[in-house]
């Protein structure tokens, strides 16, 4: 390449970063004080066991708690320790075993006034949002306001600029991986029917997330 032909070729843009790769920590920073500023109660863990251990430390036992569809919860063991260990009241194995007919009413209204709602997010945003995506928004009135307390874990990989590219993320990235779930698991594809974004927190001590070093999950 000649003199010429370097002086006006234009720079090169350097790749947009994945949605897979960890945030620093200087980016988690930023958002757990975007959080904290919001209402949110935050903690910065290591990694996931770490998370599996505060969340046994949160939930007192015998409390009634529905874990949201994560695979967050689901790849740290947290959905196990919930609904089979038997220490909480789950909500979960009991709507699971009802009638979704005749027993539509009371599923509606397990899932919607737990004591705790523990799950994930799709993503977190620098300035201190919350983005929530679901096909059914079974988990959403719960998040919303409907549970007492609710626990999000969130790995590092979640935490974006902004809004805008918060909602990328949910078509670009979480979309085609849960679509790939649920084809597996029940034959059809999810869809983003319903998106919830918790912007601050008016209860104290009402919401707290739990933001990881490490990334998990979608």
């Known amino acids: 390449m000649t003199a010429a032909t370097s002086a006006t070729s234009p720079t090169p843009e350097p790749p947009a970063t994945p949605f897979t790769e960890a945030a620093p920590a200087q980016r988690l920073e930023r958002a757990a004080a975007a ?7 935050v903690e910065i863990l290591d990694d996931a066991a770490a998370a599996r251990a505060r969340v046994e430390e949160l939930i007192p036992a015998g409390a009634g708690v529905f874990t949201a569809a994560s695979e967050t919860l689901r790849l740290s063991g947290i959905d196990d320790d919930i609904n089979a260990g038997g220490r909480y009241d789950a909500v979960k194995p009991r709507v699971l075993a009802m009638d979704r007919v005749t ?3 009371d ?3 397990l899932l919607a006034v737990p004591d705790v709602i523990v ?3 799709a993503a977190l945003t620098e300035t201190g949002s919350l ?8 988990q959403l009135p719960a998040y919303a306001g409907g549970a007492a307390r609710a626990i999000w874990v969130v790995g590092a990989q979640k935490v974006v600029p902004d809004l805008d ?3 990328r993320r949910v078509e670009e990235h979480c979309l085609p991986l849960e679509s790939a779930r649920t084809r597996a698991a029940y034959g059809w594809p999810s869809a983003v029917n319903r998106v919830l974004v918790l912007h601050a927190e008016h209860l104290p001590d009402r919401g ?6 490490e990334a998990i999950g979608f």
């Open 35 to 41: 959080l904290a500023a919001h209402g949110f109660t």
């Open 103 to 105: 027993g539509a009413d």
């Open 107 to 109: 599923i509606r209204r």
């Open 119 to 121: 799950g994930s997010v």
């Open 131 to 138: 983005v929530i995506a679901s096909g059914s928004g079974s």
């Open 165 to 167: 590219t918060a909602l």
């Open 208 to 213: 707290t997330v739990l933001l990881l070093r």
